[in-house]
C-alpha cells in the first residue's frame, strides 16, 4: 500500500450537482496530483497542487477546481456535473525534488457516477 | 505535447515463459519513463523509473524495462511470468524539461493475462 487515502470509495451524483472527493497524501509528500480514468482509458491528468498552489493544469475546464490543505490533504471539486464525468479519480502524491523528476504514488480512487 | 502509445490491447502469455509489454512514447526534450500496474477496483502501482543512467532499469516484482532512445521504446519485460501478473499495465511519461507541471502523460493500457 501507498499510504495514499481517498473517500469516499464510490459516489453517485446526478447530472447538474456539485461533488467534493478527498484525498491524504502520504507522509513526507507535498505534491499531489489529480488524475480522471474514464472506463477503458489511461489516467488523464487534471491538476496539480504544490505548497497549496496549483502549478500545472490539463485540458479541463474551470468546473474542475482543488485545494491543498497545510497538512498536504487535498480535495478536487467539480461543479455542474456532466454524464462524460463518470469516471474513476485518482489522487497521487509525491516529492518534488530538483529536475522533476519525483515518483508519484496513487491511491485507490474515487468512482464516481453520475446519472 | 508529450505522447504514449501501448500498441497492444492484450497480451497473452504461458506461464513461465518470458513476456514483454511494449511502450513508445513522443516528447520535446528527454524522457521520464514510468510503468504502473492496476490490479481490478484498485489504483495504480507503480513498478519502474527511468530517469537518466543505465537503458535497463530494474523494478518490483522482477520486472524490468528498457529505454531505447533511437527507437524512443520503453519495453516492460519479465524473464519469467507468473499468473498473479495478470493485471492492466500502464506506461507513463513525462518530458524532462516540463518538470512535474504538465503531470504524466499515460497510455492506454494493456491487459496481461498469464495463463496456467
Known amino acids: 500500500e501507498t499510504g495514499v487515502t481517498q473517500s469516499p470509495t464510490h459516489l453517485i451524483k446526478t447530472r447538474g450537482q456539485q461533488v467534493t472527493l478527498r484525498c491524504s497524501s502520504q507522509?513526507?509528500?507535498?505534491?499531489v496530483s489529480w488524475y480522471q480514468q474514464a472506463l477503458g482509458q489511461g489516467p488523464q491528468f487534471i491538476f496539480q497542487?504544490?505548497?497549496?498552489?496549483?502549478?500545472g493544469r490539463g485540458n479541463f475546464p474551470p468546473r474542475f477546481s482543488g485545494l491543498q490543505f497545510p497538512n498536504y490533504s487535498s480535495e478536487l471539486n467539480v461543479n455542474a456535473l456532466e454524464l462524460d464525468d463518470s469516471a474513476l479519480y485518482l489522487c497521487?502524491?509525491?516529492?518534488?525534488?530538483?529536475?522533476?523528476?519525483?515518483?508519484?504514488?496513487f491511491g485507490p480512487g474515487t468512482r464516481l457516477l453520475v446519472l | 505535447a508529450q505522447s504514449v502509445a501501448q500498441p497492444e490491447d492484450q497480451v497473452n502469455v504461458a506461464e513461465g515463459n518470458p513476456l514483454t509489454v511494449k511502450c513508445t512514447y513522443s516528447v520535446s526534450g528527454n524522457p521520464y519513463l514510468f510503468w504502473y500496474v492496476q490490479y481490478p477496483n484498485r489504483g495504480l502501482q507503480f513498478l519502474l523509473k527511468y530517469i537518466t543512467g543505465d537503458n535497463l532499469v530494474k523494478g518490483s516484482y522482477g520486472f524490468e524495462a528498457e529505454f531505447n532512445k533511437s527507437q524512443t521504446s520503453f519495453h516492460l519485460k519479465k524473464p519469467s511470468a507468473l499468473v498473479s501478473d495478470s493485471a492492466l499495465y500502464f506506461c507513463?511519461?513525462?518530458?524532462?524539461?516540463?518538470?512535474?507541471?504538465?503531470?504524466?502523460?499515460f497510455g492506454k493500457g494493456t491487459h496481461l493475462i498469464i495463463q496456467p
Open positions: 507522509s513526507g509528500h507535498n505534491t
Open positions: 507513463a511519461v513525462r518530458d524532462m524539461i516540463r518538470g512535474g507541471a504538465d503531470g504524466l502523460t
Open positions: 497521487a502524491s509525491s516529492v518534488v525534488v530538483v529536475g522533476g523528476e519525483e515518483t508519484q504514488y
Open positions: 497542487y504544490y505548497r497549496e498552489e496549483e502549478n
